[in-house]
Nanobody, 123 residues
Framework: QAPLVESGGGLVQAGGSLRLTCTSS????????MAWYRQIPGQEREFVAA????????FYADSVAGRFTISRDNTLNTRWLQMNSLKVENTAVYFC????????????????WGQGTQVVVSS
């Protein structure tokens, strides 16, 4: 198994909602930063959202701000990405990333990934 496991993807109509889950089996602190990325075939992987160590501060790509929400359960070391008002362009494979780094508002992924979960939004 991958150190991170994503789930919750599926097929939804535009305007619908999904909640993605990422669970880590690594020996890490539950407050470690974590991020979500997405990838469309033939394109590079893109940042979606992240949650920082300090006070659980959250960050979002401009394209999803106001529609997506990242959260975590520190006891279970589980993170979620709530996706509302989904658009066709949100169709992608979504990956969680353990312990990314941050410079101001820019996030850089580590090399620790899950297998991804596919989200398909239909019109």
């Amino acid at each position: 198994q991958a150190p991170l496991v994503e789930s919750g993807g599926g097929l939804v109509q535009a305007g619908g909602s999904l909640r993605l889950t990422c669970t880590s089996s690594l020996r890490t602190f539950p407050s470690d930063p974590m991020a979500w990325y997405r990838q469309i075939p033939g394109q590079e992987r893109e940042f979606v959202a992240a949650i920082s160590r300090t006070f659980g501060r959250t960050f979002y790509a401009d394209s999803v701000a106001g529609r997506f929400t990242i959260s975590r359960d520190n006891t279970l070391n589980t993170r979620w990405l709530q996706m509302n008002s989904l658009k066709v362009e949100n169709t992608a494979v979504y990956f969680c990333n353990q312990r990314p780094t941050r410079a101001e508002t820019t996030w850089y992924a580590s090399d620790v990934w899950g297998q991804g979960t596919q989200v398909v939004v239909s019109s």
